[in-house]
């Protein structure tokens, strides 16, 4: 599985972005498919989920009603709308997708095996 995502950008607090990963190489309907988020000196942790044939997305608990996941599945790309972004947004965005992960895992970066190359957001005054 190949993933290429991009979107990241400088935004002031308040404002929005929409980042994008494109899938290729693989059937996706096992896979599930998420977004994490590494700031500096952090260790990467879950933003939000969805599998790829299923639409009940799951979110870390502090994007919940900021943050919607979704997927295009006739572009096979997976998208993060974010809203409000605040400055602890701020952080390397990545993309990441594993074969048939079991529910309790999926917030669980070693549970995906694909990940993208990473977007940087910053969200700043």
Known sequence: VQLQASGGGLVPPGD?????CALS???LDYYAIAWFRQATGKEREFVAGIKWTNSNPFYLDSVKGRFTISRDN???TLYLQMNSLQPEDTAVYYC???L????????IPSSYDNWGQGTQVTVSS
Do not use: E, F, Y
Request: charged fraction near 15%; glycine fraction near 14%; avoid cysteine.
């Open 96 to 98: 990441a997708a594993g």
């Open 74 to 76: 006739a572009k096979s």
């Open 100 to 107: 048939g992960i079991i529910h309790s895992n999926l917030r």
């Open 16 to 20: 929005s972005l929409r980042l994008s």
């Open 25 to 27: 190489g693989v059937n």
